[in-house]
Each structure stands twice: as structure tokens, then as C-alpha cells.
């Protein structure tokens, strides 16, 4: 059975770091100059965690599958600048599950929950960051009603030297 809940200071920190890390080495892959994988602490991803379970605008929603975390989902509410009309927006900056849980429905169940955290934020809008690179995770989103907003473009300066 899977339990989808927001992390809480009793739960096993360190599954839900090693998760993030997988999250960032997969991420990677799409682009090899972005993360520095290889030397990635837990004191360099931990603060995040603890503080959204400190925090009434941020959370982090996990999956558990027999009291294993399996999959979590990192959310935000963020108050957007003033020439924005719509003045505070939702933020998935993360969902990730396990490659041995996924195509089992718990990314849709965290995706939903996150859904649920902003609607009690009343939150109306929300964003997720993913590679364009990243096919698997646009079809996803897709699937689950987003729409592309706008793309970041990277560019690379040669040096002279």
C-alpha cells in the first residue's frame, strides 16, 4: 500500500536525501556542466527539507510503500513581483520517485497531493522546472494538465584562452 503525506520530523531524512541525489544525477544527464553530483552533501540538500517541515509555504510530500520512502515531491508558494497579476504562484521544485517504484502510479499521487497543498495555500497557479531534454517528464506534466509556459535558453561562451 502506498501512503502519500507531507514529511515529518520523525521520518527517515537520510531516504529522502538519497532520492534528492539520485534527482540531481538523473538531472545530469541532461545537462553534464549544471550539477556537481559527485560532490553533493547531505548539509547541502538537507536545510530544504527541514525547513518545509517548518514552513506553512513550503512542504515536502512523500511516498512511502511500507514505511519505506519511495518518492517525494518538494513544493512552494512564492508571492511574484508586482507587475505580475496574479501575485502568489505554486512551485514544484522537484518530484522524483525511486526507478524501482515508478509506472505505478505514485508520481500522479504525489503530483496530486502537491495539487492539494496549493488549493489549501489558495493558490490558483503553480509551476514545475524540468529539462526540455527531459521527454518522460513532459509528457507526464502534459498527461496531468499543465501546459508549457516559456523555455530557458542556454547558451555557452567560448573562451580565448
Known sequence: MVIIREL??????????TLCKGFFAEYEVHHKDFFDTYNLSDADISGRFLQSME????????????????GYASVTVKNQPDFYKVKRVGAISCLMVAKEHRCKGIATRLFAEARTFFLRNG??????????????AFKFYERNGMEALHSTFIGEIESDQ
Open 8 to 17: 515529518q520530523p520523525e521520518d527517515n531524512l537520510a531516504a529522502v536525501l
Open 55 to 70: 514552513s506553512n509555504s513550503n512542504a515536502t510530500i512523500i511516498a512511502l510503500v511500507d514505511d519505506v520512502i519511495v
Open 123 to 136: 493558490i490558483k497557479y503553480f509551476t514545475v522546472f524540468t529539462a526540455v531534454a527531459n521527454q518522460v
